[in-house]
């Protein structure tokens, strides 16, 4: 592939002026990687040229953070007018490179732009994907085989990278040990090859899991006294009653006057609200649906979702996750 040279504001610029963003509809090659429910997606649609087999257009959509913008807008710059060939050797870390890096935390956005390339390429030439590809991490879906590529593209030899380049481990932390089984053998399919060196090889057991594992799940944290022996000379002043984020207080419509559909779109509804409640409980909070009126869905949040300064944004994601599942617009309405 050519050389790209990488430039100092070329994240910031990707994320506030992302180019190409949108539907392609003549598109002849689209791979999407991760899910709505998972946080991060990406959506990238080409145009081949069947002749030269060049990139003629490329468009992406994407739903994630600052760096899975930039990287995805970026990447779509990196293939324009490349062949298929060139393409299909583009890396993650060329990505992250040509971005002038990533912080550690947000190389799995560099991992999931290259996939979605990868994806793509592959449904071009007519492959199908695995039906029964073993999944690695359940919290964010991430299968054996994106771990495996990213560990040896990145040359990974501890499991806290693998987390940080794809986000398996990141949720609950159960995947941890078959996380260090998935990146010894890989490591050791390295070193055979000359890949690696053999001091540099995982061995199971040798990391302790991330302190991800310990944090707490919605309890308040323990007084400092509670926590360690408090110098004499030192008063505690006491902590000040945590204030509510200010949430709007929304009036529902008269009951007889609300429109809740048929009762298997209700029920859709109570469903796909069920589905992201695991979600929020992880981390001390829950939803709990109150009613329905046509296309907005009253939903009255409970527990650290009611204290948190983000219950707008979580709000967002609540209802961006209901409109993929219930594939169609609707609006998530709070009420107390």
């Keep these: ?157 501890d499991p806290h990278q693998v987390t940080q380049h794809t986000k398996a481990g990141g949720g609950c932390c159960g995947c941890y040990k078959d996380i260090e089984t998935v990146l010894a053998r890989v490591n050791a399919a390295m070193v055979s090859a000359g890949a690696l060196r053999a001091v540099q090889a995982y061995r199971p057991g040798s990391v302790p899991p991330s302190a991800i594992e310990r944090k707490p799940r919605g309890d308040s944290p323990p007084p400092l006294g509670a926590r360690g022996a408090v110098p004499s000379h030192i008063t505690m002043a006491p902590r000040p009653a945590p204030v509510a984020a200010a949430m709007p207080r929304i009036k529902l419509p008269p009951p007889e006057s609300r429109d809740r559909g048929t009762p298997e779109q209700y029920a859709q509804i109570e469903q796909a609200v069920q589905s992201v409640r695991p979600t929020l409980q992880r981390d001390g909070g829950d939803c709990e649906l109150v009613d329905v009126d046509g296309s907005a869905i009253y939903l009255k949040l409970s527990g650290n979702c009611v204290d948190c300064q983000l219950a707008s944004v979580t709000l967002s994601g609540i209802q961006a996750q209901l409109i993929e599942k219930l594939q169609r617009p609707m609006r998530v309405v709070p009420v107390s």
């Design 1 to 157: 592939m050519a050389t790209l040279q990488p430039t100092a504001d070329r994240f910031g610029d990707y994320f506030v002026n992302p180019k190409h963003v949108g539907v392609l509809a003549e598109a002849n090659a689209i791979g999407a990687v991760g899910a709505l429910g998972y946080g991060d997606a990406i959506k990238l649609m080409l145009r081949i040229d069947p002749a030269s087999e060049r990139i003629e257009a490329a468009r992406f959509q994407s739903y994630g953070c600052s760096a899975l913008i930039a990287a995805a807008a970026a990447v779509t710059d990196m293939i324009i007018g490349q062949s298929v060939a060139e393409v299909q050797d583009i890396s993650s870390a060329d990505i992250a490179e040509y971005l002038g890096g990533l912080p550690a935390e947000r190389m799995y956005c560099a991992v999931l732009s290259y996939e979605a390339i990868q994806r793509a390429l592959a449904a071009y030439r007519g492959e199908r994907e695995a039906a029964t590809e073993p999944t690695l991490c359940k919290c964010f879906g991430v299968s054996e085989a994106v771990a495996e590529r990213a560990i040896r593209s990145h040359q990974l030899t």
